[in-house]
């Protein structure tokens, strides 16, 4: 990988954080700035104002982190949060802009990049990053590089139609209702898998309201209703990510998203999913990903370097 410098920027649903690598591995996060969510002219140019403020900046590859999907070919970007960035072509529309080579991915690629180069995934071929937040996603690398699928879909684990409907808690066989996803299927894992599902799967289970944080917290201290909801919750989430380890081979699974500092139930989960998998591993398959913090950041850079997005969306 080229070790020059580039900058970068993470563009979540709230902020754009900017910053700069000045060598591969490391990242400073310069600013923080309103992310302009509905023109995407005012959202070039405050990159552009921001790129500005660096020295030599105006010579620099700029890589972008940004919620929601990119495809990979076209350059189109698909974002709930950041209206302006649906249907356009992200990098070329800020590269044309700016008069800067621009490369863009989503937010969970960047993480996986990040993870691949710099974080626990160093030296594995094969790297599968699972993101468990609010919902879930993912991202595949293959030699530091992320596989860019059709679209941009890949790595997408939580959503068809793959949630199991029914789980055995306590005893007892328990219904699952195929709840409606926000990609416009019912079913997918998506739904709960991240902590809003912990959440949904208490007041199915037990018919009362409890945080996610509280429910992992009450298991930790032997809770006997919130151990219920985390055991089907392990069911449930370790049968279509084993299916996903075993279609697509990594060696090491860096976990991100808010659930990930919730140790117990990572490590909870990786037990489930070796359990489940065809290969035998002696050691952790899941673990936090390091580079949670700064993920999209150094992602972005990493991408930058690498310009794994085609010259014709740059």
């Not at 591995?25 to 600013?31: C, I, N, Y």
């Not at 995407?40 to 030599?56: F, P």
């Not at 969970?108 to 995934?121: F, I, P, Q, R, W």
Request: hydrophobic content about 40%; overall charge neutral.
């Amino acid at each position: 990988m080229s070790g020059r410098a580039v900058l970068c920027a993470d563009i979540g649903g709230s902020f754009i954080k900017f910053g700069f690598s000045r060598e591969p591995g490391k990242v400073e996060e310069l600013e923080r700035v309103p992310v302009p969510k509905t023109d995407w002219r005012e959202l070039a140019t405050t990159l552009q104002h921001l790129a500005d403020k660096v020295e030599a900046g105006r010579t620099l590859p700029l890589g972008l982190s940004t919620a929601g999907l990119v495809d990979p070919v076209t350059g189109i970007g698909l974002s709930a949060n950041i209206p302006c960035l649906t249907g356009l072509p992200i990098a070329q529309a800020v590269s044309e802009l700016t008069g800067r080579s621009v490369l863009a991915a989503n937010d969970a690629d960047c993480l996986t990049l990040a993870e691949a180069n710099d974080g626990v995934g160093r030296g594995h071929a094969v790297v599968f990053c699972v993101i468990i937040g609010t919902g879930i996603g993912g991202g595949i690398a293959v030699d530091g590089r992320t596989l860019r699928g059709a679209g941009g879909v890949t790595g997408e684990w939580g959503h068809g139609p793959a949630l199991n409907t029914s789980v055995e808690i306590g005893g007892r066989l328990q219904h699952v209702p195929r709840f409606s996803c926000g990609c416009g299927q019912s079913g997918c894992v998506d739904t709960i898998g991240g902590a809003r599902g912990i959440e949904k799967l208490h007041q199915l289970f037990h018919a009362e309201e409890r945080s996610s944080h509280r429910i992992i917290a009450d298991w930790q201290a032997k809770d006997v209703k919130a151990g219920e909801t985390i055991e089907a919750y392990l069911q449930l989430v370790a049968d279509p990510l084993a299916v996903a380890v075993n279609t697509v081979g990594p060696s090491i699974i860096p976990v991100g998203g808010g659930l990930a500092s919730a140790g117990a139930l990572i490590t909870a989960l990786d037990g489930a999913v070796r359990a489940r998998i065809l290969n035998r591993f002696d050691r952790p398959l899941l673990v936090p990903a390091i580079r949670r913090e700064d993920g999209g950041l150094l992602g972005a850079a990493v991408l930058a370097r690498q310009g794994v997005v085609d010259v014709r969306s740059a």
